[in-house]
């Protein structure tokens, strides 16, 4: 079992930024790839960022256009998002799961451990 708590959400103007963290316990030497998704109310669960758990490799939504920055902590287990240049249509819950599938993989269906959320809101 994978254990992820995910903070950092909170209201932020157009513009603005917002780091969010997952901290994560448990069997984490099973997982291979950790990724942060998000989903608008009347929208589909929507892959944002992933990081391999242990590596540099990374991999990132399109709509993401450089304004976001996955990353980890290894002393801590803690995998943040660095979000900038924040857009009201960012507005979602932000959601961190953990995957045991030995590739980069963007389909939410292949990971495993999933986080409650936090509540992003842009306001315009």
């Known amino acids: 079992q994978v254990q992820l708590v995910e903070s950092g959400g909170g209201l932020v103007q157009n513009g603005g930024s917002l780091r969010l963290s997952c901290a994560a316990s448990g069997r984490t030497d099973t997982m291979f790839t950790m990724g942060w998704f998000r989903q608008a109310p009347g929208k589909e669960r929507e892959f944002v960022a992933g990081i391999r758990w242990r590596g540099v490799s990374t991999r990132y939504a399109d709509f993401v256009e450089g304004r976001f920055v996955i990353s980890r902590d290894d002393a801590k287990n803690t995998f943040y998002l660095q979000m900038s240049g924040l857009k009201p249509e960012d507005t979602a819950v932000y959601y961190c799961?953990?995957?045991?599938?030995?590739?980069?993989?963007?389909?939410?269906?292949?990971?495993?451990?999933w986080g409650r959320g936090t509540q992003v809101t842009v306001s315009s």
């Open positions: 799961a953990a995957s045991a599938v030995r590739e980069l993989t963007a389909s939410n269906l292949r990971y495993n451990y």
